[in-house]
């Protein structure tokens, strides 16, 4: 049975007067992959970014309508958002980590949730770590910096970091755009391993991409949601005749 | 010749001679005073007192009083800077009327002419503040409402403040946002983010701006001429309510006051010698840290 994890209801956002997201409703399963595709500044990203209301941030937005994640209105005024963004992982476009050594880059959401022992950050981070299948590769320099791994090397701390919160869910921002294909394939792998366990939302420029890891897609254009279904679906059979030229490149 | 040529051929010359004259300028400084004073320059010139009205002995006492100086004054300023800068680069709307007014207050004082400086700190943190503390804890014997060292360096870090604002908020913007996202995308409040990832992030920046400011205070004098530099002392400073020596203090009163300024000018030279080659490193290593931070910032 498929379990609704994130729904928005007539999703609405502006930057200043400019219309970036209009009338999004979308309901997205739990424990699978919703990827979130279109041409760029379609909206995709915006709107990944309202789910763990990191759009909070950029100065004269302006959000009408709802988004419920297991039923709760995280867009309500009693909302904590530090606490709802505990429980949403974030991995971006660009791998980001600290100026900090591997361990702490991990370690980082752990400790400022308030953990101390030294043992249980030690279990933590040996499992973020496995879990973004990089344990391997760094578990003898865990006091490197972070700067000091490669690009592919690097999104997969990311990742780590990202998961070492114990999120329900992880939404992620292009992950693979930056990196080789070897390293793309490994984050796709990653990606199929972790649906298990969490509820993933990606943004995606590869049509390929979104093909070959999610179960779901949303097809994003000038700030409307076009098209919503399965993958298989959207990549054989679209509705709309919008979905399929984009799909089969002849826009975009 | 042409004449158009010879304009520009003359253009040419004048503006380069200006220009070059800036280095000769600098060498002949340099060279009469590394002249003058390189015979007196010894370790015990370093490490001994002035003696015979100053004619003799050393500068120890300046020096040691210019270096607990910017120091006291580097606790004061270098805090109450850095959280300055952090309010108007993450927490003040820049558009906001608050923060053009604080820039507006920071770029005001670093134009104050520092002896305006020295008479603000006479009025307000001897004759109010200190006469107000003996008033009221010493039932009005004289201990705070005089001129020393505490008095004196927190009227330098008056003066030294917009320079450590300016450069932390400079290192504080080489922080990438991604950074912060991440961070904050972690569950992390604002004030975690700030505390791991943009303090630490910024730690080069707030060194720079510490070093400027300690090189500026090395330097003046007007600040500290009514608010606790001393003429000359027969022992160090002990105690916070002490006066204390100081270097350019010094050299002012060695060329002005001594009993014989001629027989000074060996000492004034060395001195001097001793004060540039102090400003001169900090200032180096100054730029050496904020040529760090931008290619940083660039990568």
Redesign the interface.
Known sequence: MKEIKISSESLTLYYGNKLALSNITLNIFKNKVTALIGPSGCGKSTFLRTLNRMNDLIPNVKITGNVFIDGINIYDNQIDVVNLRKKIGMVFQKSNPFAKSIYENVAYGPKINGIRDKKKLDEIVENALKQSAIWDEVKDRLNDSALGLSGGQQQRLCIARALAVNPEIILMDEPASALDPISTAKIEELIFQLKDSYTIVIVTHNMQQAARVSDYTAFFYLGELIEYGKTKKIFTNPDKKQTEDYITGRFG | MDKRKLIDTTVISITGLMALSIIVIILIIMIVIIIGGKNYLTWEFLTSSPQEGMTKGGIFPALYGTVLLVIIMSIAAVPFGTITAIYLSEYA?PKSRIAKTIRFAVRTLSGVPAIIFGLFGLGFFIKFIGAGLDNSLYSGELKWGQPNILWASLTMSLLTLPVVIVSVEEAIRTV?I??R?????????KW?TIR??VI??SLTGIMTGTILAVSRGAGEIAPILFTGAAYYLAHLPTSLSDQFMNLGYHIYIMSTQSANVDETLPIQFATTLILLVLTFSLNLLAILLRSRIRNKSVK
Do not use: C, H
């Open positions: 709307n990438p991604d950074m996202e991440a961070s904050l995308a972690l569950g992390a409040t975690q791991k990832v630490p992030g």
